[in-house]
């Protein structure tokens, strides 16, 4: 008897041992299966964190956000040109002007290598004639009208920059200087592209005058409205930068006795350069807005004038061009504005300050 209760114990111990073996690896697998969650939820919680995450996923998901509103809303709006085109038919005629520029530039290369086989057979000929190759003649692409505007916003930006930032450092070391000009800036700060436009015409059509111009009178009209409209928020951001300075940078200029010149180049410009590049910024925006107006008007081959041609068109693709162009010249803002934000991170001697 007692024998057998001892062997029904000792069974009873070798489940107990058993049934605690099961409990503990189930145990285990449990918890690194909760490890395993824990972790994999701190990744995405991780991941959705990332700044760089952030930087590149919120701002795709809110432009496919923005094209899904426009294609449904496009689809339910008729114009006298007929359905406000979509996404779709923008990007068609996105590719159509890039063929389009493609195709003019090899009708172009044919068009010189003919002059150059005709002037080959002229001085087979005659050696001692006289040969010459015309320029090809035909209408701009938009490529090509890309190009125009932006050299013609840089050339009335850089125009403004350099009148702009020698009177805005005078205008904040003096405050006789500011007093002068103040006023004066107020006047002519708000003043519409399309009031200074007929003005410059009419000046631009009197004093350039020439047999053989090295610009278009166009081209010369569109720089210089573009001046006269974007240099007034760099006159003010560089007055407001250069007053700002610290006097105990100053004074420690005067204690040097700095020259006048090595006074601004040492201490006044570099304190003003956030300042400064904030109304370049500002300039350049605004220049590269105004551009298009004074284009559509001045008759100047860049965007506006793609823009007022493709209006007065009227064709069924018209709309859907005009759209291209209002995304070019959008993210050609866009780029110019960061070229100049990492243009101030280069020559700011603050490196550690933040720059958006």
Known sequence: MVREIHIIYLAGNIMLVEILKRLF???????????????SNFKVSSLINNKNYKAIVVPVAAFLVFLAIWQISAASIITSLGQVPGPAQVLTQASVLIDEHIQDREKAEKFYIRQEER????????????????PYTGNPTFIDQIGTSLITVLTGFFIASLIAIPIGIIGGLSSTAHKAMNPLIQIFKPVSPLAWLPIVTIIVSAVYTSDNPMFTKSFVTSAITVTLCCIWPTIINTTLGVSSVDKDLMNVSRVLRLNWMTNIVKIVIPSSIPMIFAGLRLSLGIGWMVLIAAEMLAQNPGLGKFVWDEFQNGSSNSLARIMVAVFVIGFIGFLL???????????????????R
């Open 119 to 134: 002037n080959a057979k002229k001085l087979a000929k005659n050696p001692d004639a006289k040969v010459k190759i015309r």
């Open 337 to 355: 504005d960061q070229t100049m934000l990492k243009l101030q991170r280069k020559v700011t001697w603050d490196k550690t300050s933040e720059i």
């Open 25 to 39: 690896i189930s145990n285990k697998s449990l918890l690194q299966s909760n490890e395993k969650s824990t972790m």
